[in-house]
């Protein structure tokens, strides 16, 4: 049944503005999906269901009392790597577990100052390190249009708690596809944001170089909207670019008429492609072109070598930043013998999974003296020639447009034996996030067995406005994005 969880942002915050729903009515509304669906698909690993009450409440009497903030009374999830005052913040790791941070993550502060309800944290790969949220130490996430399905990963939790109704809105993390991947399993939009375009400060890091937070949301216009309510510089992450903030939803509605659309052909030719993911592909493809776009076929040659660079960079530089886990100072800490070597040991041992050990073990490794040259140098040059690639083809066109994932959502259990061909799902999304540039998926249609498809935009640095257009006059020309899963 479709309740006021199913609605939309921008339409829930007319329907406030207008008096005709509360804040806490509509929180509620949210809080009884999660009661009748969560058990089913366990999104979050942390629901502050009286806190997001009285938040509520609160924002019904500051809109009562005149105030106008961009998300007063909007109930929205978090994933668990982003730091929240006061509420435990795990990455999905046991090594975390009882850590609550003192301090709210850049984001996190301009939710609340914006008057979001923040609901809780949302289940995810440990540490952000996976596909399919399988990796978390708290159990699975199930994709709510199927639940035999992953949701994707890593920001599975959020993606499917907004997918089903059981937030109206989410933050994610991508790396190298965790906000654009679960966004298209779960069939609803994921935007990535330039690199350096929203604050990681409070982010728990996974790979600096790469982390950038995203909002996850059921149309391009929420999207925009939290986009402009989470950018902007930050004086505590000197990578935060100091570009002015536009107010992303105005002009969304400009049209993509004599837009350059570049399709890559490296994203097409022999990379895995589902029937379904290639047919929804083509049919987008002839939409755009209707709606005025001319379509460029172009080239992104060094896409084949993007997962390897891909797993030097981010192994290398998640080997140093997992380091501070340690038992010391975050979290818990197993010392069940005697030294400080053996705490560290039985603490990480026990602490940390599989995933999150194999990637310590590989970074490490490409970092040592005899190794580092060959493979951490080589894959930074192999990341400059990608970049370099774009740059090329931004020259040709304006934005570039593919699929998100060469498949619709994999089963639970599918590929979780097998790292390397759950490696293989961030082909096309990690290409993108090596080159720091704006991305975000777009719903485009369903496999035969029902399961959602997504649709990959790209755009040049900083150009998230040009970004949004795209993506929003395509979504008005194919409401995709209007189905929903249901599950009661
Ligand atoms: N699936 C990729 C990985 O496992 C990307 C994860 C992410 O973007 N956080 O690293």
């Given at each position: 049944?479709?309740?006021?969880?199913?609605l939309t942002i921008h339409e829930a915050l007319d329907?406030l503005d207008?008096?005709?729903?509360?804040?806490?009515?509509?929180?509620?509304?949210?809080?009884?999906?999660?009661?009748?669906?969560?058990?089913?698909?366990?999104?979050?690993?942390?629901?502050?269901?009286?806190?997001?009450?009285?938040?509520?409440?609160?924002?019904?009497?500051?809109?009562?009392?005149?105030?106008q903030a961009a998300l007063l009374g909007i109930p929205i999830?978090?994933?668990?790597?982003?730091?929240?005052?006061?509420?435990?913040?795990?990455?999905?790791?046991?090594?975390?577990?009882?850590?609550?941070?003192?301090?709210?993550?850049?984001?996190?502060?301009h939710l609340?100052?914006a008057g979001a309800?923040?609901?809780?944290?949302?289940?995810?790969?440990?540490?952000?390190?996976?596909?399919?949220?399988?990796?978390?130490?708290?159990?699975?996430?199930?994709?709510?249009?199927?639940?035999?399905?992953?949701?994707?990963?890593?920001?599975?939790?959020?993606?499917?708690?907004v997918?089903?109704?059981?937030?109206l809105g989410a933050l994610?993390?991508?790396?190298?596809?965790?906000?654009?991947?679960?966004?298209?399993?779960?069939?609803?939009v994921?935007l990535?944001p330039?690199?350096?375009?929203i604050?990681?400060?409070?982010?728990?890091?996974?790979?600096?170089?790469?982390?950038?937070?995203g909002p996850l949301t059921r149309d391009v216009e929420d999207a925009a909207l939290l986009l402009s309510v989470l950018a902007?510089?930050?004086?505590?992450?000197?990578?935060?670019?100091?570009?002015?903030v536009p107010t992303y939803t105005e002009g969304l509605?400009?049209?993509?008429?004599?837009?350059?659309?570049?399709?890559?052909?490296?994203?097409?030719?022999?990379?895995?492609?589902?029937?379904?993911?290639?047919?929804?592909?083509?049919?987008?493809?002839?939409?755009?072109?209707?709606?005025?776009?001319?379509?460029?076929?172009?080239?992104?040659?060094?896409?084949?070598?993007?997962?390897?660079?891909?797993?030097?960079?981010?192994?290398?530089?998640?080997?140093?930043?997992?380091?501070?886990?340690?038992?010391?100072?975050?979290?818990?800490?197993?010392?069940?013998?005697?030294?400080?070597?053996?705490?560290?040991?039985?603490?990480?041992?026990?602490?940390?999974?599989?995933?999150?050990?194999?990637?310590?073990?590989?970074?490490?490794?490409?970092?040592?003296?005899?190794?580092?040259?060959?493979?951490?140098?080589?894959?930074?040059?192999?990341?400059?020639?990608?970049?370099?690639?774009?740059?090329?083809?931004?020259?040709?066109?304006?934005?570039?447009?593919?699929?998100?994932?060469?498949?619709?959502?994999?089963?639970?259990?599918?590929?979780?034996?097998?790292?390397?061909?759950?490696?293989?799902?961030?082909?096309?999304?990690?290409?993108?996030?090596?080159?720091?540039?704006?991305?975000m998926?777009?719903?485009?249609?369903?496999?035969?067995?029902?399961?959602?498809?997504?649709?990959?935009?790209?755009?040049?640095?900083?150009?998230e406005a040009?970004?949004l257009?795209?993506a929003y006059?395509?979504e008005?020309?194919?409401?995709?994005?209007?189905?929903?899963?249901?599950?009661?």
């Open positions: 049944m479709s309740t006021l969880a199913d329907l207008s008096r005709e729903i509360s804040a806490f009515e509509l929180t509620q509304a949210v809080l009884s999906r999660v009661a009748a669906t969560e058990d089913r698909v366990h999104a979050y690993l942390n629901l502050d269901a009286e806190g997001a009450l009285a938040q509520a409440a609160k924002a019904d009497k500051e809109r009562l009392s005149g105030l999830a978090v994933k668990d790597n982003i730091s929240t005052q006061g509420i435990e913040t795990t990455c999905g790791s046991k090594i975390l577990k009882g850590y609550i941070p003192p301090f709210d993550a850049t984001a996190i502060k609340k100052d309800v923040i609901l809780g944290k949302t289940n995810q790969d440990e540490f952000a390190m996976g596909s399919s949220t399988e990796n978390s130490g708290y159990g699975v996430t199930h994709n709510p249009w199927n639940l035999d399905r992953v949701p994707g990963g890593s920001s599975g939790g959020s993606a499917a708690a997918s089903v109704g059981e937030a994610g993390t991508d790396t190298g596809g965790s906000v654009r991947q679960p966004a298209a399993f779960c069939g609803i994921g990535r330039s690199y350096g375009r604050s990681r400060y409070g982010l728990i890091a996974f790979a600096s170089s790469l982390d950038q937070i902007g510089a930050d004086p505590r992450d000197s990578t935060c670019r100091p570009n002015p509605d400009t049209g993509i008429k004599g837009l350059r659309i570049g399709i890559p052909t490296d994203y097409l030719a022999g990379q895995g492609i589902q029937p379904a993911v290639a047919k929804a592909l083509k049919e987008a493809l002839a939409c755009l072109e209707e709606a005025g776009a001319e379509l460029v076929e172009l080239r992104l040659p060094h896409t084949q070598y993007g997962i390897a660079t891909y797993y030097l960079i981010a192994t290398a530089e998640a080997s140093t930043n997992l380091a501070r886990f340690d038992g010391v100072r975050y979290g818990i800490r197993i010392a069940e013998e005697g030294t400080l070597e053996q705490m560290y040991a039985q603490t990480r041992g026990q602490g940390l999974g599989e995933e999150v050990k194999r990637r310590i073990m590989l970074g490490t490794y490409t970092l040592s003296a005899g190794y580092y040259d060959a493979y951490y140098i080589k894959a930074q040059k192999v990341r400059t020639l990608i970049k370099q690639d774009f740059d090329q083809a931004f020259e040709q066109v304006d934005i570039l447009v593919g699929p998100t994932t060469p498949t619709t959502a994999f089963k639970l259990g599918e590929h979780i034996t097998d790292p390397l061909q759950m490696y293989l799902e961030d082909i096309f999304t990690i290409p993108p996030a090596l080159a720091g540039i704006p991305c998926s777009v719903p485009c249609g369903f496999d035969a067995e029902g399961l959602p498809v997504g649709l990959q935009f790209m755009a040049p640095p900083m150009e040009q970004l257009k795209a006059a395509y008005k020309m194919t409401r995709w994005n209007k189905r929903r899963p249901v599950l009661c």
